[in-house]
């Protein structure tokens, strides 16, 4: 079966793939997932709310991006940003975004949704007992919530916020759609032009899986260490 395996296709295609294609898809997730979770904990605080009306809108951005395919949402902004950008800004025609700007725009809306969640879920984890402990100490509301709340709340959400992250990373493949040269897109350019489909897929998802495996691993210890 891997009589014709080319491992020296691989051999020079590795640097391009990790220098240039890795890079970008990690920029992508670190850029787009420190975005996502300061959106997303906007977006949690909104949705603990006891105001009914940013709540719902906390609520409807959530569901909304949640409900949408994360492929079809990258090629949906790519199209709209520019009408989007026009609008905003005024200008007469559609404002020319790019696809790499459009794609850190898109995955940033998207995490915000699913981090939301995440924080949302550790904040109402705490007991409610600690807020009322600290207000009765005279503390202010978002005394509480910076000094109370939020520290216990991230201890118990950080390996899900990590876990999250990981999940972003693999999808970040999904911006071939765009034509950009990420990890997954740079590969299948290199597949197309040598004729090497299956040495290129494979390379490529084994740098997915080793990248994965060992940051599992590694969420996997910290979980256990913040457990004891």
Known sequence: MFSTFDFGAIWHALPYLLLDG???SLK????????????????ALMRVSSNSVINAIGTAYANLFRAVPLVLGIFSFYV???????????APRPVQVGATLSAYVTFTMFEAAYFSEIVRAGLQSVAPGQAAAARALGMGRSGVMCYVV????????LPVLLTQLIVLFQDTSLV???SLSDMFGLASKFAQR????????VLVAVVYFVISFVASS????LQRKLNH
């Open 22 to 24: 890795l890079s970008f």
């Open 80 to 90: 709209l940003m520019p009408y989007i950008g026009a609008w905003v800004f005024g």
């Open 28 to 43: 992508l997730t670190l850029v787009a997932g420190a975005a996502g979770l300061v959106l997303g904990t906007l977006i």
């Open 150 to 157: 939020l520290p216990q709340a991230l201890r118990k959400m």
């Open 218 to 221: 590694g969420v996997r210890a």
């Open 194 to 201: 040598d004729n090497r489909l299956v040495e290129m897929y």
């Open 176 to 178: 071939y759609v765009l």
